[in-house]
Antibody
Framework: QVQLQESGPGLVKPSQTLSLTCTVS??????????WSWIRQPAGKGLEWIGR???????NYNPSLKSRVTISVDTSKNQFSLKLSSVTAADTAVYYC?????????????WGQGTLVTVSS | SSELTQDPAVSVALGQTVRITCQGD??????ASWYQQKPGQAPVLVIY???NRPSGIPDRFSGSSSGNTASLTITGAQAEDEADYYC??????????FGGGTKLTVL
């Protein structure tokens, strides 16, 4: 059974960089059948896709966040990471990591439990 | 605003059938996936592809599609089905996008 677990600071100051790591267990992050994504959800609001990375290192980002987002992968540790720079209060949300299927029809079959990140001084 | 449109709220009587819809141009060419999210929990995939259910998802959940509209149908809704439901497909750039979500109330 694949499991994903987010980790990182729960509090980030405005203008600083939010950094989160997702550790994958129960399966290899190097499987070519999947990609790895970050998704966030502000309190009481819907899901917003942030970006994805393939194990080749290729990335795609949400255009609304592209200038501030970097997603990287460390296959030796079975982890992938998110960095979001110049954060503001609007970036306060629960951040999820998820596994996406490499299909023309998108889906995310495994999700982490989510981690709340608050942007505040 | 999302390129996938969902009704904000839907209600259903216990044991009855409910359809939750999702509209978007990409749905003319691609199947949506559907997620159930209960308060304080991560989303759970319930339907993907043409009409596929992951292991452990009850067969009362089914998916269908017509034109630019994808539907999630719950046949014989149970109290535990009360949750938020999100659809997912692609936007005009080919990136993943979610609908705004539908809050399902089981009466």
């Amino acid at each position: 059974q694949v499991q994903l677990q987010e980790s990182g600071p729960g509090l980030v100051k405005p203008s600083q960089t939010l950094s989160l790591t997702c550790t994958v267990s129960g399966g290899s992050i190097s499987s070519g059948s999947y990609y790895w994504s970050w998704i966030r959800q502000p309190a009481g609001k819907g899901l917003e896709w942030i970006g994805r990375i393939y194990t080749s290192g290729s990335t795609n980002y949400n255009p609304s966040l592209k200038s501030r987002v970097t997603i990287s992968v460390d296959t030796s540790k079975n982890q992938f990471s998110l960095k979001l720079s110049s954060v503001t209060a609007a970036d306060t949300a629960v951040y999820y990591c998820a596994r996406g299927g490499r299909s023309s029809d998108f889906y995310f079959d495994y999700w982490g439990q989510g981690t709340l990140v608050t942007v505040s001084s | 605003s999302s390129e996938l449109t969902q009704d904000p709220a839907v209600s259903v009587a216990l044991g009855q059938t409910v359809r939750i819809t999702c509209q978007g141009d990409s749905l003319r060419s691609y199947y949506a996936s559907w997620y159930q999210q209960k308060p304080g929990q991560a989303p759970v995939l319930v339907i993907y592809g043409k009409n596929n259910r992951p292991s452990g998802i009850p067969d009362r959940f089914s998916g269908s599609s017509s034109g630019n509209t994808a539907s999630l149908t719950i046949t014989g809704a149970q109290a535990e089905d009360e949750a938020d439901y999100y659809c997912n497909s692609r936007d005009s750039s080919g990136n993943p996008v979610f609908g705004g979500g539908t809050k399902l109330t089981v009466l």
